[in-house]
């Protein structure tokens, strides 16, 4: 079922938990001028997602679901349209208010990791809490005990070339939960990782799911969406479905 | 951040070291340059200072160089109303055969009346003349290092007439009475001896070289050198605030070509600077847009990138003035056997140094650090 259209805060009452929706999308639109031609890379989307669940979206190439994933993490402002997280509409927030939104609403996990090269696993992770004005202390006890969640407890102090694929995701995965996001964003985050490290991912993901942190993954690997509760699959800017109602 | 500043320095030192070898050098420039300046600066400030606040009278239609004047013209001068007294003195140089002389550089010989002898200058041993010394001599510091001197010791002073197609030179021997402590301005190249004795061996007798005249305090000294002119004929006459101004404009040129030095030091380093750091945020491009989606503030990203430019002129400052002054040190030490320095480095100059490398930095780090926070996180991340 295509749930774009119910509309209805928090009623929708077709997922999980039933509690308030934590991400919700109204009528979402960006276009784009190719030249004279305008293209509509999300055309009307709405949806509603709940605080801890996993949810995917996915489809082919150009179907817009990486500018889903940039207009909720105010990467880039739709052309009409709303996205409210935890009630707050952050489609309207000033340029100015943007960062703030990013570092305490949004955590993002990239496809090819995105560390800092000259920093350590630890410094990786603290890097975000900085932005926050974590105190130093408080930064280090953080990372350490994300970086042991993540199971890189012994590696704290390694750099990201010392680390393998699979743990420098990791690295990003504590580095994305250190401000204890409303959202967790993954831009396919096992996109550059092999099939072993993806199930690690994986797992890893899910059990954060299960301890109530929200993740939305857009992927094109279909063996990571089956492995998630919801999927969203996009088409030509639109939901073309969505599992959510199943 | 400032560890995040120092690692990306630390990381790239190659292209860091160049830059702050750029604004080094740039810096050593300005102080090289700017010493010189300060040097002649204070020289002439001093020289004025102990020169006093009297009006200096010279001969009609000399130009900076040294002419005559009778010694009849002091006793015309002295009647001038607003004039409290007037004396002459005579100048030449103390080696003819040498070259030199004149207000800034040579060794000179200055024929003084004892009792209007400048006392400014401490003595650090012996005594100033007193009436009746016969060819007695009181000596700057630096004739008494470069010949050796020590009060009792005899000085030989030269004298050179042209007489039809040959010269005749003359020498005579004077014995040091007192020698003068460091005072960093043409006292340091003097011998004063008295007026009576220069005029007989230099053979111009009745004759001054200047004449300076004394005048109640608080009265307008423009005034009364304007009315020396009006009075006296064929002199010249200037107030100490005009002598300081003629001076200071003699100047110009010189600062002139430290200025020209200063701007192509600036325009070297800023170039280097800038240059580096727009390669550094278009190599980081996509850590900016990373920083930027972990939720860091523009004025973060700008106080990173303006950081390091920032240091890196305060390093590269701090090079320059180090270098600059070894260099000046020990050019002036070099230049001190022959009896003067060249180069003054004052605090004033340090600090002019090291701001100009620090606004280098900054004013041309400036631009790269706007680029980098205009970047969309979007498709910095995208970047590859």
């Known amino acids: ?246 | 951040m400032f560890d995040l500043i120092i690692r990306s320095m630390t990381q790239r030192k190659m292209r860091t070291g160049l830059t702050i070898f750029g604004i080094a050098l740039g810096i050593f420039a300005v102080v090289v340059m700017g010493g010189m300046s300060e040097h002649m600066t204070l020289f002439i400030d001093k020289s004025l200072k102990l020169v006093g606040s009297n009006i200096q009278v010279e001969p009609d239609g000399t130009f900076g160089g040294i002419g005559t004047l009778d010694e009849s013209k002091i006793r015309q001068v002295k009647r001038v109303p607003g004039v409290t007294d007037a004396y002459g003195i005579l100048i030449t140089s103390l080696d003819p055969e040498s070259g030199g002389g004149g207000f800034t550089g040579g060794d000179m010989v200055f024929g003084v009346d004892p009792e209007q002898q400048m006392k400014d200058a401490k003595l650090t041993s012996g005594r100033y003349l007193i009436p009746g010394d016969g060819y007695k001599a009181v000596v700057g510091s630096s004739i008494a290092r470069k010949f050796n001197l020590k009060v009792g010791d005899e000085l030989e002073m030269k004298s050179k007439r042209l007489q039809r197609t040959s010269s005749i030179t003359e020498t005579r021997n004077v014995s040091v009475v007192g020698i003068l402590e460091y005072t960093g301005s043409f006292f340091d190249t003097s011998v004063q001896i008295p007026l009576d004795r220069a005029q007989k061996f230099y053979k111009m007798e009745n004759t001054v070289s200047l004449i300076y005249a004394k005048y109640a305090p608080g009265s307008d000294s423009t005034e009364i050198a304007r009315r020396i002119e009006l009075s006296v004929e064929n002199v010249k006459s200037k107030s100490p605030e005009q002598n300081r101004k003629e001076i200071e404009g003699q100047l110009v040129i010189f600062s002139l070509i430290t200025i020209s030095a200063a701007v192509l030091a600036a325009i070297i380093g800023g170039l280097s600077v800038m240059n580096t750091m727009l390669m550094s945020v278009s190599e980081r491009t996509k850590e900016f847009g990373l920083l930027k989606a972990l939720g860091a503030e523009r004025k973060t990203i700008l106080f990173m990138t303006m950081g390091e430019a920032a240091l890196m002129g305060v390093i590269g400052g701090i090079t320059g003035i180090v270098a600059g002054g070894i260099l000046t040190h020990f050019l002036n030490k070099s230049f001190e056997a022959q009896g003067s320095a060249l180069f003054a480095i004052t605090p004033r100059l340090i600090l002019v140094g090291l701001l100009f490398a620090i606004s280098l930095g900054v004013i041309c780090g400036t631009y790269p650090a706007y680029r980098a926070t205009k970047m969309s996180p979007m498709e910095a991340l995208r970047y590859e």
């Open chain 1, 1 to 246: 079922m295509n749930n774009s259209n119910n509309g209805k805060n928090g009623t929708n009452g077709d997922h999980a938990t039933g509690s308030e929706p934590v991400l919700r999308i109204r009528d979402l639109r960006k276009t784009y001028m190719q030249g004279k031609i305008p293209v509509h890379a999300l055309d009307g989307v709405s949806f509603d997602v709940k605080k801890g669940e996993l949810l995917s979206i996915v489809g082919p190439s150009g179907s817009g679901k990486s500018t889903l994933l940039s207009m909720i993490g105010l990467l880039d402002r739709p052309t009409d349209g709303s996205v409210f997280i935890d009630g707050v509409e952050i489609t309207k927030a000033k340029e100015s208010e943007a960062p703030r939104i990013r570092r305490e609403k949004i955590g993002f996990v990239f496809q090819h990791f995105n560390l800092l090269s000259t920093l350590t696993a630890m410094e990786n992770v603290d890097i975000a809490m900085r932005f926050r004005g974590t105190s130093k202390n408080r930064r280090k006890e953080r990372a350490f005990e994300l970086l042991t969640m993540v199971g890189l407890g012994d590696r704290v102090k390694h750099k990201p070339s010392e680390l393998s694929g699979g743990q420098q995701q990791r690295v990003a995965i504590a580095r994305a939960l250190s401000n204890e996001p409303a959202i967790l964003l993954a831009d396919e985050p096992t996109g550059a990782v092999d099939t072993k490290t993806r199930e690690v991912i994986v797992e890893l993901l899910k059990g954060l799911s299960e301890k109530g942190q929200t993740i939305i993954i857009v992927t094109h690997d279909m063996e990571v969406a089956r492995e998630t509760e919801r999927i969203i699959t996009m088409r030509d800017g639109k939901i073309a479905t969505d599992t959510g109602g199943r």
